[in-house]
C-alpha cells in the first residue's frame, strides 16, 4: 500500500477516491517514564521514553489507517498527517495520535 504526504503519486493515477480514512492510538505514559523525562528535562537532553512512545504511537496509528484504507477498497492514501496531543488527566498521562488522508485506488 503506498501511503504518502502528498496529494498525488507520481507515476500513478487515482482511479477513485473513496473517502477520509483516519487511524487513532492513544497510549499510556506510565512513572517510571514520566519520572526519567522529568530527569531528562531537569539535567537537558532527549528523553528516549518518550521519544519511543512516540515512534510506536505513530507506527500504530498509520497502520491502522492503512487497514481501515484496505477495508474500504483502496490500495493508497494520500495527503497523509500524523497529529500528537498530550492528555493529562488526574496525574494520568496519555498520548493520543492521528493518522489521517485520503483513501484512494491507484493503478
Known amino acids: ?3 504518502v504526504t502528498t496529494p498525488t503519486i507520481e507515476g500513478k493515477k ?4 473513496k473517502g477520509i480514512v483516519f487511524g487513532e492510538i492513544i497510549v499510556g505514559i506510565n512513572v517510571i517514564k ?4 522529568g530527569l531528562t528535562n531537569f539535567f537537558g537532553g532527549r528523553s528516549g521514553s518518550y521519544e519511543e512512545e512516540l515512534v ?10 492503512e487497514q481501515r484504507t484496505a477495508d474500504m477498497g ?5 495527503g497523509v498527517v500524523v497529529d500528537y496531543e ?7 498521562n496519555m498520548l493520543m ?3 489521517s488522508g ?6
Open 1 to 3: 500500500m503506498f501511503t
Open 14 to 17: 487515482i482511479k477513485e477516491y
Open 34 to 37: 514520566d519520572f526519567k523525562a
Open 56 to 65: 510506536m504511537g505513530r507506527n500504530q496509528a498509520i497502520r491502522e489507517m
Open 74 to 78: 483502496a490500495n493508497a492514501i494520500v
Open 86 to 92: 498530550a492528555i493529562s488527566n488526574q496525574g494520568s
Open 97 to 99: 495520535v492521528i493518522a
Open 102 to 107: 485520503t483513501a484512494v485506488v491507484v493503478e
